[in-house]
């Protein structure tokens, strides 16, 4: 089973499209609003990321909604 965290802010129509594309393709996931905890906030920021969506499958990163990347990467893992 797959590690998905879907990290996320409110009002963030490229998040609300990402999760949409998770849930057509049957994958779960933990949605992590970065505003609500800090932690998270922080770890992003650590890697240099400063804009959600950002899917994390098993510890990889992808920053935004690309379709095909995310797939590419749901296949890998």
């Keep these: ?3 998905v965290i879907v990290y996320s802010t409110p009002l963030c129509a490229p998040c ?3 999760k949409r594309h998770l849930r057509e393709r ?4 933990k ?5 609500m905890d800090e932690d998270a906030g922080a ?3 650590s890697r240099g990321i400063r804009s959600t969506p950002v899917l ?3 510890g990889e990163l992808v ?3 690309d ?3 995310i797939d590419q990467l749901l296949k890998k893992h």
């Excluded at 049957?26 to 996931?29: E, I, M, P, S």
């Excluded at 949605?31 to 505003?35: K, P």
């Design 26 to 29: 049957g994958v779960a996931f």
């Design 43 to 45: 770890f992003l920021e």
């Design 67 to 69: 379709p095909q990347r």
């Design 63 to 65: 920053v935004g909604f």
């Design 1 to 3: 089973m797959q590690d």
């Design 56 to 58: 994390s499958v098993d």
């Design 16 to 18: 609300e499209r990402l």
């Design 31 to 35: 949605v992590v609003d970065i505003m």
